[in-house]
């Protein structure tokens, strides 16, 4: 004797989208258990009727349309109607795989050239209208589960992936040199796109990346446009490290110089001279090597530097060195010996005084004769 009373529950697992119940033909009164994130299509002689929710449900007469428990007495309680339960897998199914069979060419924006790629990646799927994936791909097949679905969504996926995929690239803001960076922003794009067209199905999709993007390497017009862009970056880059460099040359070459300085400067202080004194020295014995001054560049000079009246004679000097290195004439040069000769003894005289007289009297003596020339 049949059983009056059946219980009809999901027995598939997680990657099942859709899965038919053993039992049919089921008596009024059979108990319907649906979990959470399930539906449960009802169906009789081929026609989705009903759709029940998570829960248990009694399949009888006040929730069965059609059927009317007067026609099931004959037959013991069990319906005369062909009757049959699909159930529907809600949940979110994840790690999908995609990928396109062949490479689309489009013209690559930055530089404009024809390029051929192919894309892959994973998708997430889930069911959103359960009597549509039903009527439209499920049929009278008993399961249907991710290989099955993807086998039957591949020939619709390689339709509308495709053009989406060269048309995105195409129009796109950056070019297939940059194209890894932007796998998010190819990813959504194409995300976009393809929802309503799993709609259609009943189907959500739920997520959709871009992982691998196929370039053509090895092919000569995209490894030419390759190493255009890779020196358009690298040159750039290295004429910004010279200009470092060379910066970082200037500086340090500039505290060299600072620090030199400072050197030269702490030493005239400990000799007690300045810079002007040592620039008077640097002119008298630049006056010393020129023949035109004959013996007082070695005499007269000499002893003014030995006598510590560099300032003093740097004013004379200041006074004669354009006539002394740049002579005009002999008439003047026969006048400038004579005076010459006479400054010269009177220096060694004085000369002769130092030490055995005061300094200040040396030194006024020796502006005397400065003066006097």
Same mark, same amino acid.
């Given at each position: 004797?049949?059983?009056?009373?059946?219980?009809?529950?999901?027995?598939?697992?997680?990657?099942?989208?859709?899965?038919?119940?053993?039992?049919?033909?089921?008596?009024?009164?059979?108990?319907?258990?649906?979990?959470?994130?399930?539906?449960?299509?009802?169906?009789?002689?081929?026609?989705?009727?009903?759709?029940?929710?998570?829960?248990?449900?009694?399949?009888?007469?006040?929730?069965?349309?059609?059927?009317?428990?007067?026609?099931?007495?004959?037959?013991?309680?069990?319906?005369?109607?062909?009757?049959?339960?699909?159930?529907?897998?809600?949940?979110?199914?994840?790690?999908?795989?995609?990928?396109?069979?062949?490479?689309?060419?489009?013209?690559?924006?930055?530089?404009?050239?024809?390029?051929?790629?192919?894309?892959?990646?994973?998708?997430?799927?889930?069911?959103?209208?359960?009597?549509?994936?039903?009527?439209?791909?499920?049929?009278?097949?008993?399961?249907?589960?991710?290989?099955?679905?993807?086998?039957?969504?591949?020939?619709?996926?390689?339709? &509308?992936?495709?053009?989406?995929?060269? @048309?995105?690239? =195409? *129009?796109?803001?950056? %070019?297939? #040199?940059?194209?890894?960076?932007?796998?998010?922003?190819?990813?959504?794009?194409?995300?976009?796109?393809?929802?309503?067209?799993?709609?259609?199905?009943?189907?959500?999709?739920?997520?959709?990346?871009?992982?691998?993007?196929?370039?053509?390497?090895?092919?000569?017009?995209?490894?030419?446009?390759?190493?255009?862009?890779?020196?358009?970056?690298?040159?750039?880059?290295?004429?910004?490290?010279?200009?470092?460099?060379?910066?970082?040359?200037?500086?340090?070459?500039?505290?060299?110089?600072?620090?030199?300085?400072?050197?030269?400067?702490?030493?005239?202080?400990?000799?007690?001279?300045?810079?002007?004194?040592? &620039?008077?020295?640097?002119?008298?014995? @630049?006056?010393? =090597? *020129?023949?035109?001054? %004959?013996? #007082?560049?070695?005499?007269?000079?000499?002893?003014?530097?030995?006598?510590?009246?560099?300032?003093?004679?740097?004013?004379?000097?200041?006074?004669?060195?354009?006539?002394?290195?740049?002579?005009?004439?002999?008439?003047?040069?026969?006048?400038?010996?004579?005076?010459?000769?006479?400054?010269?003894?009177?220096?060694?005289?004085?000369?002769?005084?130092?030490?055995?007289?005061?300094?200040?009297?040396?030194?006024?003596?020796?502006?005397?004769?400065?003066?006097?020339?």
């Amino acid at each position: 004797m049949a059983d009056l009373v059946q219980i009809i529950q999901y027995e598939g697992d997680n990657s099942t989208f859709v899965w038919k119940a053993k039992e049919t033909d089921f008596n009024t009164g059979t108990q319907l258990i649906v979990h959470e994130s399930q539906e449960a299509v009802f169906f009789m002689n081929g026609q989705a009727l009903d759709l029940f929710g998570p829960g248990r449900h009694t399949l009888e007469t006040q929730n069965i349309p059609l059927i009317r428990k007067f026609l099931n007495k004959p037959t013991n309680d069990k319906t005369p109607f062909h009757c049959e339960v699909y159930f529907i897998n809600k949940t979110e199914q994840m790690s999908i795989k995609w990928g396109t069979d062949s490479q689309v060419q489009y013209i690559e924006p930055t530089y404009k050239f024809p390029l051929k790629i192919g894309a892959s990646g994973e998708m997430s799927l889930r069911v959103e209208n359960s009597r549509k994936l039903l009527v439209k791909l499920v049929g009278t097949e008993k399961t249907l589960g991710q290989t099955e679905l993807v086998q039957m969504f591949r020939a619709f996926l390689m339709a &509308r992936v495709k053009p989406y995929l060269a @048309k995105t690239m =195409q *129009n796109g803001q950056f %070019g297939i #040199f940059e194209v890894d960076s932007h796998m998010g922003e190819l990813s959504d794009a194409l995300h976009k796109q393809l929802i309503p067209d799993f709609k259609d199905y009943g189907i959500s999709l739920e997520r959709f990346f871009v992982t691998t993007v196929v370039k053509p390497d090895g092919d000569k017009a995209y490894e030419s446009f390759k190493d255009i862009h890779i020196r358009q970056y690298t040159d750039v880059a290295d004429a910004q490290l010279r200009q470092k460099v060379e910066i970082i040359d200037q500086q340090t070459d500039a505290q060299k110089m600072v620090i030199e300085s400072a050197a030269i400067a702490q030493k005239r202080a400990q000799e007690g001279y300045t810079y002007q004194h040592e &620039r008077s020295y640097d002119v008298a014995e @630049k006056v010393a =090597q *020129n023949e035109g001054i %004959g013996n #007082f560049s070695s005499a007269g000079i000499g002893l003014g530097m030995m006598g510590g009246v560099a300032g003093g004679m740097g004013a004379v000097v200041a006074g004669i060195t354009a006539d002394a290195i740049n002579p005009t004439s002999t008439a003047t040069e026969s006048n400038e010996v004579g005076n010459i000769e006479d400054f010269e003894q009177r220096l060694k005289k004085l000369e002769l005084l130092k030490g055995k007289i005061p300094d200040e009297k040396y030194e006024a003596k020796m502006q005397e004769i400065l003066n006097s020339i």
